[in-house]
Each structure stands twice: as C-alpha cells, then as structure tokens.
C-alpha cells in the first residue's frame, strides 16, 4: 500500500535554480551533453521505472525476503527481472567514464537517480548501488589492466561489486582485519578468510560480482598499517573476462535482519579464492576510503529517500483519516471528524519530515557537485581541493541525515497510529529499513568521532573554517546591506543563521582548547557536536532555497504555490528545528565526568 511520486519539481528547483547546476556543467566539457532538455528527460523517464517498477516491489520483497540454500541465495520475486531492466535501460552506465562503456554524464546526475532508486526501493537499489563504489576505488586505484577487465562489465552492469571489510572479530576497528593474502608468484594471491555484513554478497541479478576484500599479507605491520586491498571476483575470469570456475568465495549464510530484507546481507567465506593486489601493499585502507567516502554519501542519501517516503504517505494518511475536531471549530461539518491533518501536532509531525526530506535533498545536492569536481578535476591541486571539502562534509550527511531519516519514519508511523504498526500499511518496514543508515558505513558514533577529532581537532579545523566562511559570505550577500531585493524577508533567516554559525565557530574552538586538557571532553561531545553542525549546515541549505524562492516569485507566475511552500517550510525549519542546537550546545559543552565517574561495577546491581 506504499505510494511514491518522484519529487521532479522539488528536484529540478534544487538543479536549476538554487545549485545552477547547467553552468556548473558548463565548467566540466565533458559534461556538455548535460543539457536542461536531456537532464528532465532522465529524470522524467527514471522516475517512470522507480514508480511503476520498482515501488511494487518494496512491500512484497519484504515480506518475501531472500532465500538461502546450499550456498546459494535467491533474491525476491520480481528483483531479477527489475534488474535486467535497469541494465538494458542503461541506468548502471549514465554516469560513468565512456572509455569503460558509460555514457560519461555527471556523477550528480547518477545520484538523483540514487535518490528516486532509493526510495521506491531502498533493498533492490542496494544492488546496483554497491557496484558504484567497487566501481571508484578500482578507477582511481587499478592497474590499466584492471579497468579494461572489470570496470566494463561493472559499468554494462552484467557484473555488480561489494566491499568487503569487517569481520566477527573486529567490527569498525579495522586494524583487527585477520584476513590473509599469500602471493602466488604470478600475480595473484590467495585469499583466506571470513567477512561479515556484506550487502549484495551474494545473489542471482548477475553471473559474476566483483569483490573489493581487506587482507593482510605475511609480515605486514600490525593495525591499519599492514591492511592491503584485493579484487577477488566470485568466478575467476581469464583476461579476455571470460568467467570460469568457480574461486572459492562461498557464502555462509545470510544475517537475519531487522530490515532491509530483500537486500541480501552474507556472510563470506575465502578459502583460497584468487585475487590481484590493489594499490600499493599495506595501503589498503588509504585505498579503500575512496570506496567508503562513496558509500557514506550513499547512505546519507538513504536518510533522505526514507524521509521522503514516510513524508508523502503519511501526508496522504493524514489528509483522508478523519479523527476528533480541530480545537478552532468544525472544519468538515458534513464528516463525523474532521481529517487529522488539522491538528497542529499531526501538523507539525508533518512540517518536520517536509523539512528534513527537502532540506536533506539539497545537501545531498550540494555534495554531488564536489563530487562531479573531484572527477573532472584537471589537476591534483584541484581533486584534491574539492576532495578536502567533501570530506569534511561527509560525516555531517553520514551521521545527521540517517538520523533525521529514522526520526521522519518515526513520526510517520506515529500519524499513521495503530495502523502504521501494522504491516499492510508499509510504515513499520520503512523504520525498520531506515535504522540501519544510522550504524553501517561507520555508526553517528564513528562519524562524530572522524568529524570532531580528524576533521577539527587533527586538520585544525580548516575545513570546518572554510565551510563557515562559505555560510557568512552567504549571510553577508543576502544582508541588509546587500542590494538584494529581498534583504527584508531574507532576514528572518540570515540573522539566525550568521548567530548560529558565529556561535558554531565559537563552540568549536572552546572544545579543542577543552580537548587538550581532557580527551574525553571529544567522545563525550561528538555526536552532539556533529547534530549541532547538521542542523546549522541544514539551515544555511533551507536559507539558500528560500532566497531562490523569493527570486523565482517575482517570475514564475505558474509554480507560485510552490515557492510560497517552500519559503514556509524554511520558517517552520528556522522556527522549529534550527532551536535543537540550543539543547545540544549545553551537552556537548558539559564536563564528562559525569558519564565517567561511575565505577563500572556500580552500573547494574542485578
């Protein structure tokens, strides 16, 4: 009973008019294919597929899951054929460089494509989704020889990819990797060992899937210095990527999940299984943050596509259940209750997840531009620019939107009452398979600690600083000394936000002048500090769209309704939302003594 329209006005507002997308790809020659026409008729025909193909899917590939035998796993009825489709429509190759068989349009154009994927269909979209990563690291790390065998089939999407990190042992402390690498003497190695919580591991939607494993060769450095990475496909191939037998990757067993469960989650075993080195030896790691970085954009971007379905079903729900009267009188006289919709908590459930599925699309928006710079950088100089910047806001997209993506499905099944606990209704699935953004790719704990304690404390805090900067430029552009024609209905917005940047900057200086007197004061602070940044990152984002709303008012005669809506969705955010940093300044400034003073053998009296 789950519906999904794709949001295309919302989404071509953010494209043209507030991130100026076609003169961003103006910038990139190889983009110049990328024009307004071809763009609308992607987004316009992509949204086709995810309503009418993939959404039927969601419910029924839940409740059906995927099945295990003998090593074997068998995805959801519908998964397989859905897939082929997806090939032959050529979605895997829209964004990917033409030389390996793409079609080499920008790689933010591919993540709108993500986004519409991802919430008709979070499990299936998984599949394809994974391949994107393999795709990256093997792309700015592999040999010439590498790309010619994998990146072509990986890009047709006859073969899809997954990484293959943790293990039973160590969790997110990859320095507790025990997977081996033997050298064979020719080339390859032999790899041995077992990985856990590999999505796509193992499935039918492809004869062959490519894995990217950590594995350590013999009399490597302990920790994370002596991690190597390898490319160890499911099925050996010759050079002409022929598939042969078999390479003894053999998959355990399936994780029983909370959700997501059309997505297959395996648990793989190595016995032996060829592979060829990737990047230079014990510099695995290092290498593999390319795929993860990727992967944590990737699933900042499920936050968002699980706002949004929880917005637009319960913003149905809401507008037909009929319950009570409004407090200010009668608003359907002829109906036995007047539709929840009227009253101000329903409401405000609503605005919240309005405001985090909008104000999340446009930091991901935001994102995809540094990601096409990256790519098309012409020098390193320049990668390496655009790379700084994405890194310091990749932890803030990681960690706050799955949270807020968790808190929008939490307050739809709350406007869907009794019956969003139910399953026929879709919402308990759409919690369930949002919970998981906040812990794979690094848990909000993990984030807060790279953000605050690398990205601040260890970079001293340049990153953060030229961030701020961009936010108070902003502010001073659109001020009331600016020749901005809406500097007076902008200022309910640029005050605030310069105060709470100002104040962002001030919070982050008193924690690092705090942090080297007391390390814990960084584990103690961290996610409160990094909530504080999403919410003050959401608001120069929500700010942004609502001064291209009052541009586009004074033009657009058609779209009126919208740009209003817009504009008061950025004060309900300002009003309602922003406020949160409040709260989250006085905990992310206490002493920690008070979460570490109890003994741990006075925590429990059992």
Known sequence: MLSYKAPITDIKFLLEDVFNYYEHYQQHPEFAEATPDLVDAIVSECAKFCENELLPLNQSGDKEGCTFKDGTVTTPKGFKEAYQQYVDGGWQSLSHPIEHGGQGLPPSLGMVKSEMMGTANWSWAMYPGLSHGAMNTIQVHGTDEQKELYLTRLTEGTWTGTMCLTEPQCGTDLGQVKTKAEDNGDGTYNITGTKIFISAGEHDLTDNIIHIVLARLPGAPAGTRGISLFIVPKMQVDQQGNIGAANGVICGSLEEKMGIKASATAVLNFDNAKGVLIGPENKGLECMFTFMNTARVGTALQGVCAAELAYQNSLIYAKERLSMR????????????????????????????????????????????????????????????????????????????????????????????????????????????????????????????????????????????????????????????????????????????????????????????????????????????????????????????????????????????????????????????????KSLAATMMADPKTLMQLDEELLSFV
């Open 326 to 581: 409004a407090l200010t009188g009668k608003k359907q006289p002829d109906q036995i209750a007047d539709p929840i919709i009227v009253h101000p908590d329903v409401r405000k459930m609503l605005m919240t997840q309005k405001a985090i599925s909008e104000g999340g699309r446009a930091m991901i928006y935001y994102t995809a531009k540094l990601v096409d710079d990256i790519e098309m950088a012409k020098t390193e100089k320049e990668r390496k620019r655009a790379d700084y910047r994405l890194g310091f806001i990749t932890p803030i997209l990681k960690a706050f939107l799955t949270e807020l993506g968790s808190e929008s499905a939490n307050h739809g099944l709350q406007i869907f009452g009794g019956h969003g606990y139910i399953k026929e209704w879709g919402m308990e699935q759409i919690v369930r398979d949002a919970r998981i953004s906040t812990l794979y790719e690094g848990t909000t704990g993990i984030q807060s600690l790279d953000l605050l304690a690398r990205k601040i404390l260890l970079n001293r805090g340049k990153s953060f600083k030229q961030f701020a900067f961009e936010i108070l430029n902003f502010c001073k552009d659109n001020s009331m000394v600016s020749s901005n024609p809406h500097k007076a209905a902008m200022n309910r917005f640029i005050w605030p936000l310069s105060k709470a940047t100002a104040n962002w900057q001030q919070y982050t200086l008193r924690l690092t002048l705090k942090a080297k007197k007391d390390r814990d004061i960084i584990g103690s602070a961290s996610v409160d500090y990094l909530m504080y940044s999403g919410y003050v990152s959401m608001a120069y984002f929500w700010a942004q769209m609502a001064q291209a709303a009052y541009e586009k008012l004074a033009t657009d005669v058609e779209n009126r309704d919208f740009y209003r809506a817009k504009i008061k969705t950025a004060e309900f955010y300002f009003e309602r939302m922003l406020p949160r940093t």
